[in-house]
């Protein structure tokens, strides 16, 4: 249950910092209004506390956290901005997650 529930809680923290980050894109670049970073401002927030939640050294979470961003990105690149991702998108993304599971799932010894 562990992987699965690390994997769950990572893909809720990759979307809670697209989101706070895309909405200021849409902000600054879209010429929607200001009031976009109220929102963002908070899912930002959730995204650090998301990643507090998990209970190992920081850095590796980090690190880990990295490869299911990536992950995350392709798949916000299709189903929100409309861009269908290429062969090496989905290759990136598969190298990425694997890092993740290495790193994440890795045996350690104990003490």
Same mark, same amino acid.
């Given at each position: 249950?562990?992987? #699965?529930?690390?994997? %769950?809680?990572?893909?809720?923290? @990759?979307?809670?910092?697209? !989101? ?5 894109? *849409? +902000? ?24 507090? #939640?998990?209970?190992? %050294?920081?850095?590796?979470?980090? @690190?880990?956290?990295?490869? !299911? ?5 392709? *798949? +916000? ?28 799932? %890795? ?5």
């Amino acid at each position: 249950m562990f992987p #699965l529930k690390t994997a %769950a809680l990572f893909a809720l923290t @990759a979307v809670a910092e697209i !989101v706070g980050c895309y909405l200021p894109y *849409l +902000w600054l670049r879209e010429g929607r209004s200001a009031w976009l970073l109220v929102p963002a401002a908070a899912s930002l927030a959730l995204f650090a506390w998301l990643l507090s #939640l998990h209970p190992t %050294a920081a850095g590796r979470v980090y @690190a880990a956290y990295g490869g !299911v961003y990536v992950c995350a990105a392709i *798949l +916000w690149l299709w189903a929100v901005d409309g861009i269908r991702p290429t062969v090496w998108d989905v290759v990136g993304s598969a190298v990425a997650l694997c890092g993740m599971a290495i790193i994440m799932f %890795a045996p350690r010894a104990t003490g």
